[in-house]
């Protein structure tokens, strides 16, 4: 990058090139007077007053511009060239530059994370953005880096619980979201109170349905006389035999399944998965000619999941714990009622642990968790429910 300082009308000049444009503003903090400003070294002249203090002046300009462009490429967030004219300048005064509207910052950070982001994790940051918005109608607001103290959490929390009705884990995914984004206005300048760390982000452990392999049975034998509701059927199995999400179970081809096995990159995590088919997987491939039909609408396949599992008979009463309004309430539902296509990857997980000989392992290869404990509060385990290896176990020793 090429700066050059000029002298302008009574006024040093600075120019340099930015993202293909001309930029250009007058460098404050430097007084030139008549002859004392060398036009080709661009700098005052050594015979001048306050020579020495000018050009570390100028110099000043020359190394921070530098050095915050090159942060931004390293760093691939590329501000608009007037806001990076006036973080330079607040570089310059050592003052924190906060000039850029939150809402503007959330643009741009939006704009640029589509080469650092997978795709469901940028939606989830717009989830929360949308809401950071809703929030300033809510309070006829407009947030700037100087709002994020522990007023705003108490206040934006109160927001959640009693206004919006929302359980603690909502507000946490919020609030992860929210001290990510400041982190990346702290490390470009943007802000200087580091208060929104000291933010907490509360989490719950709530309750989830799955279906057990004698439920998978009762989907198998249902007799359903709409095909939108027999495709949803045989694709929510596909996942509660492979433990794929829905993007993935949705998106099946016939170029993934060979000598059955399917082999499959994950749409979220973008890890490469070879799983054994099922008979009944096989069983429903074949009668798709290993072509399964794309659905890319989740809502319209969770509204239609409810429907088989309803027709099918998983109408027992089930209680689950639920986080609402920051508490813990139990919750009664007909079972089919909490179905919907994260029950299948949720079935699969409990099922092959809980009744079958796989190893633990091979079945965190195909959730993605890296530990056991993650992989054991994953599984809805009902400790309730017989402990199967020890009634085996009592069994056995009482055998005669």
Same mark, same amino acid.
């Given at each position: 990058?090429? $700066? ?32 004392? %400003?060398?036009? &080709? ?18 110099? @000043? ?11 931004? #490429? ?54 929360? !953005? ?9 309070? #006829?607001? &407009? ?12 206040? %934006? ?64 034998? *249902? ?16 996942? +509660? ?22 082999? !499959? ?18 069983? !429903?491939?074949? &009668? ?8 890319? !609408? ?7 999941? @409810?429907?088989? +599992?309803?027709?099918?008979? $998983? ?8 986080? /609402?309004?920051?508490?813990?309430? /139990?919750? &009664? =539902?007909?079972?089919?009622?909490? *179905?919907? /296509?994260?029950?299948?990857? =949720? ?17 965190? +290869? ?21 402990? #199967? ?5 009592? @069994? ?5």
């Amino acid at each position: 990058m090429n $700066i050059n300082f000029r002298l302008d009308r009574g006024y040093i000049r600075c120019d340099f090139q930015y993202e293909g444009e001309r930029a250009r503003f007058i460098v404050k903090g430097v007084s030139p007077k008549k002859n004392t %400003f060398s036009i &080709k070294k661009q700098r005052f002249k050594s015979m001048s007053i306050n020579a020495s203090e000018y050009n570390k002046h100028l110099d @000043k300009y020359d190394s921070i511009i530098k050095e915050l462009y090159a942060k931004q #490429k390293t760093d691939g967030n590329i501000l608009p060239k007037s806001e990076f004219l006036k973080l330079v300048e607040a570089t310059v005064s050592g003052n924190s530059y906060s000039k850029m509207t939150f809402q503007n910052f959330t643009a741009l950070f939006l704009k640029n994370a589509n080469t650092s982001l997978k795709p469901n994790t940028i939606k989830s940051y717009k989830t929360s !953005i949308r809401d950071f918005m809703a929030y300033e109608q809510y309070r #006829k607001i &407009k947030l700037n880096f100087n709002s994020f103290d522990l007023h705003f959490y108490d206040d %934006f929390q109160d927001y959640h619980f009693n206004y919006k009705k929302n359980g603690k884990n909502t507000f946490g995914n919020r609030i992860k979201h929210l001290k990510s984004l400041l982190n990346h206005a702290y490390e470009r300048g943007l802000i200087s109170n580091l208060t929104f760390r000291k933010f907490k982000k509360p989490s719950v452990k709530t309750e989830n349905v799955y279906l057990t392999f004698d439920e998978f049975k009762k989907l198998e034998n *249902v007799r359903l006389d709409n095909d939108k509701l027999d495709l949803a059927r045989d694709l929510f199995l596909i996942g +509660c035999e492979t433990g794929l999400r829905f993007s993935d179970f949705s998106q099946i081809q016939k170029s993934n399944i060979e000598n059955n096995i399917i082999s !499959i990159m994950t749409q979220k995590t973008n890890e490469n998965l070879t799983i054994p088919l099922s008979k009944v997987v096989q069983r !429903i491939l074949k &009668k798709y000619n290993y072509e399964l039909p794309n659905i890319s !609408i989740n809502a319209r396949f969770n509204k239609n999941i @409810k429907n088989v +599992c309803k027709q099918a008979g $998983i109408d027992n009463v089930v209680s689950l714990k639920k986080d /609402s309004n920051g508490s813990i309430v /139990s919750v &009664k =539902r007909k079972k089919y009622e909490w *179905v919907s /296509s994260h029950t299948a990857r =949720r079935s699969f997980a409990t099922n092959y642990y809980m009744d079958s000989d796989a190893h633990t392992y091979d079945l965190m +290869c195909i959730t993605g968790h890296k530990t056991e404990k993650q992989f054991l509060n994953y599984i809805q385990k009902n400790k309730k429910e017989p402990m #199967k290896s020890l009634v085996l176990a009592m @069994k056995k020793r009482f055998e005669v």
